[in-house]
Nanobody
Framework: VQVAESGGGLVQSGGSLRLSCAASGFTWAYYGIGWFRQAPGKEREGVGCVKLNDDSTYYTDSMRGRFTISADRAKNTVYLQMDSLRPEDTAVYYC????????????????????WGQGAQVTVSS
């Protein structure tokens, strides 16, 4: 199983950015993909996740509204659309895969996710 993020970069406050998570090596319908982020000096926190069998999405309360997760089965890719970005959104963003069932999406407990990408830096300037 492999997942890899792309699309990070520098954006001005109020702007938008879309991250991609290319996923491979597993049966699509049996897995979920979660998005997490970690800012300097802070703990990793969950953004949200998608269950790939039915594209149902879940978000942590603080992320709901400005972040949107979607999945494209044909491209084996999950996206994180981020709008109205703020400087406090600056972080390394990770996608992670988990075989759903008794753990993982909708749970956003990071240790339940088995396979992680290398992370994508997102920097929001004020």
């Amino acid at each position: 199983v492999q997942v890899a993020e792309s699309g990070g970069g520098l954006v001005q406050s109020g702007g938008s950015l879309r991250l991609s998570c290319a996923a491979s090596g597993f049966t699509w319908a049996y897995y979920g993909i979660g998005w997490f982020r970690q800012a300097p000096g802070k703990e990793r926190e969950g953004v949200g996740c998608v269950k790939l069998n039915d594209d149902s999405t879940y978000y942590t309360d603080s992320m709901r509204g400005r972040f949107t997760i979607s999945a494209d089965r044909a491209k084996n890719t999950v996206y994180l659309q981020m709008d109205s970005l703020r400087p406090e959104d600056t972080a390394v963003y990770y996608c992670a895969a988990v075989r759903t069932g008794h753990r993982g999406c909708p749970s956003m407990v990071s240790y339940e996710y088995e396979y992680w990408g290398q992370g994508a830096q997102v920097t929001v300037s004020s």
